[in-house]
């Protein structure tokens, strides 16, 4: 059985033409002519048989049967709009956003990146560097890497590395330091935001004569590691991002002691809705490439 129902254009005239009360200011919403907006709503009301509107000079008025069928209209436009999001997700079309820390998009994500561009070419790919994972923004990402212990209420976390703290320093400030008791005479580098820090590796290599909190403190590894890397100290490295400078030689381990962390990076997105449709396909791929690395 058919839906005993006007056109959908005519209704979006109508709806358009009562929130505006001008025929013209609706023909600008809807990319139409003033003219085909008048005219759709009058096939509407020769439809339903009522005027919808009174007519002015300058302006329009809702008529009562007007006044009265708007809020079933909007009603009815509201729960299509939510159905279409529901079933087929939002942004369809648009690029897929992936926030991740500074340090880690560049000291992890860079070096892979362009594997996952040559596989899916087809995808485009928007990577936003955060400093402060702040779970309150306004900007919607499709995918977010942070940094925690894994517990976000309403949100999938799948984890994407398993962190070792370890002192990094350049090559001249590694051979005078023969010792972790060494560090005292050297400027601790700090990293802001992690729990875990100087204070849990000092305490696992049994130094307790050292100032945990003294030295420099850096909103981003980056910076750390770049200051260490000049000699301004000895930074405490994330085994995910310290990798690379490892390989460049620019930093090194002076101790052996790795010390195991709980907190980690993880990848999140919604429990619930369909999401960017490509944010299944750059996820799996990025848990291929954490697998491949742990293996």
Same mark, same amino acid.
């Given at each position: ?60 008025? $809702? ?6 069928? /708007? ?10 709009? %939510? ?29 892979? $990146?362009? %594997? ?12 936003? &560097? ?48 023969? &010792?972790?008791?060494? /560090? ?43 200051? %260490? ?44 809705? $369909? ?21």
């Amino acid at each position: 059985m058919g839906h005993q129902m006007p056109p959908l254009p005519w209704l979006r005239a109508f709806e358009a033409s009562a929130r505006h009360l001008s025929f013209t200011n609706a023909a600008t919403e809807l990319h139409l002519t003033q003219a085909a907006i008048s005219k759709q709503v009058k096939l509407l009301e020769h439809y339903l048989r009522e005027p919808l509107f009174e007519r002015l000079p300058r302006s329009l008025i $809702l008529t009562k049967a007007g006044a009265a069928y /708007l809020p079933k209209v909007n009603d009815a436009f509201e729960r299509l709009s %939510a159905g279409t999001l529901e079933v087929f997700g939002g942004r369809r079309k648009g690029i897929l956003t992936v926030r991740a820390p500074i340090g880690w998009a560049v000291n992890w994500i860079a070096e892979r $990146l362009p %594997a996952f561009m040559d596989h899916c070419p087809q995808i485009p790919v928007r990577i936003v &560097s955060s400093v402060w994972s702040e779970e309150a923004e306004t900007e919607r990402y499709d995918l977010d890497i942070r940094y925690g212990t894994g517990k976000w209420p309403g949100i999938r976390a799948d984890r994407v590395s398993w962190e070792s703290l370890e002192p990094l320093c350049a090559p001249e400030i590694a051979k005078r330091l023969h &010792s972790p008791e060494d /560090l005292e005479a050297e400027r601790l580098l700090h990293v802001l935001g992690y729990q875990e820090g100087w204070a849990t590796w000092l305490a696992a290599a049994g130094v307790t004569r050292i100032n945990a909190g003294s030295g420099a403190h850096f909103d981003s590894s980056l910076m750390a590691y770049e200051v %260490a890397a000049h000699g301004g100290g000895v930074a405490l490295g994330r085994t995910s991002m310290s990798a690379t400078e490892l390989r460049s030689g620019r930093l090194v381990r002076p101790f052996t002691l790795s010390v195991p962390v709980e907190e980690s990076f993880y990848i999140l997105t919604p429990d619930e809705g $369909l999401g960017h449709p490509d944010a299944t396909p750059f996820r799996d791929w990025l848990l291929a490439e954490v697998a491949k690395g742990q293996a």
